[in-house]
């Protein structure tokens, strides 16, 4: 067990990590899982509110069925690269299509950046099928994330994440965030005229519409906070991409396959996305896997007579043509049906809320609670009258409690500037109530030994 910890410390290089800080601690090593738990090298067991640590683990942990189904698959036919076809991708196109009416086309690659970046690169090759390749620019969203590639990190509204890694891809800029609680415009709901959704003409138009190709949005803003949008927010950003001739590109990437209660996001809003991406959930943290899911009219464009010159998509994932991505992705599906998942997450997402709201009233630190399903935001505050972000050491402070005390939560990561505020809670769709009810108690005793010191 030392040799591990010993070896860990010697040659990983660990994700989203100030190492110094292993100068005076062991790194944490997850050893086991089962259900909606984790045991690390020392024997600790914790109940895990992030599903993987970045919403992953959606049908929890030491799931037989789809080991058995990656393996069998795997001595079948592990691997062909995607120009040919394989049994699993055709079976799993299949089953996620009939969850998305009116996509049609799916291209399989391995993460939420790659899937991203293949969405952005059918759209600038849009530009030049048709027309002069002058329609190629993205618009994203302030606090959205898109990924960590250069590409998808020059369309992600997060500014402390993108520092030093400059200077960025041309051809992505930016319009607001949609969070009421920090509301861009000074506004408040109810009183507003959804400026943070209008504000998408105002970039469309500041670009020029005919250089504009598509907007990316996530349907909920995770890692940038929690944030859901209100009901009237995505109708009227249809509205501007139809006006203006811009495709609408749903990064599905966190809440795809049932994290927010229904199979994706962006089917609990009125709205037609044209690109969808997705990876995360969709095999459970099984096998690596993403989906670049688009319509048909888009991969109609695509096709031309074998005599043109090729206007097809000249682009390949190596790992998107491994059979152990669709096969988890299949049995994943199943469970998410068979064990009626959907509704335990509306369940249980309601039930999260009540708890989230009895902290509120508990603790003034807490100054808004958010979310949608099992995917929950606590943002802390110094106090809620200025509304002044707690600083990112407290919520650091936050979440170690909650791992004392055997509780895994997320929280903003270096994300922006004085706005890493926000603890993320994402339990696995299994979360029983017994489960919600521990993970809104830990919390509980965690701020109560844990008071913000001024
Ligand atoms: C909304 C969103 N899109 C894209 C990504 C990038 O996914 P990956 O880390 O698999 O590249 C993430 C990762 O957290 C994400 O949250």
Redesign the pocket.
Known sequence: MSEIIASDKKHVWHHLTQHSVFDSSDPMIIESGEGMRVTDINGKTFLDATSGG?WSVNVGYGRTEIADAVRDQLLKMCYFANSAGNVPAAEYAAALIDKMPGMSRVYFSN????A?EKAYKMVRQLAHINGNGEKYKIIYRDRD????TIG?LSSTGQAERREQYGPFVPGFSSFSHCCCYRCPFGKTYGECNIECAQDLERAILEEGPETVGSVVL?PIT??GGVIPPVPEYFPIIQEICKKYDVLLHI?E??CGLGRTGTWFGYQNYDVKPDFVTM??GVASGYAAI?CTVTTEAVFEKFKAPASERMPYFRDISTFGGCTAGPTAGLKTLEILEREELLSNVKKMGTYLMEGLHHLKNRFPVIGDVRGKGLFAGIELVTDRESKTPAPESYAVQIAGACAKNGLLIGRTNRSFDLFNNTLCLSPALIATKGDIEEIVSIIERSFEATPLQN
């Open positions: 970045v993460s939420g950046s790659e991203n994330y898109h990924g960590t998808a996530e995770a890692g990064d990437v966190v990876a995360k993403s």
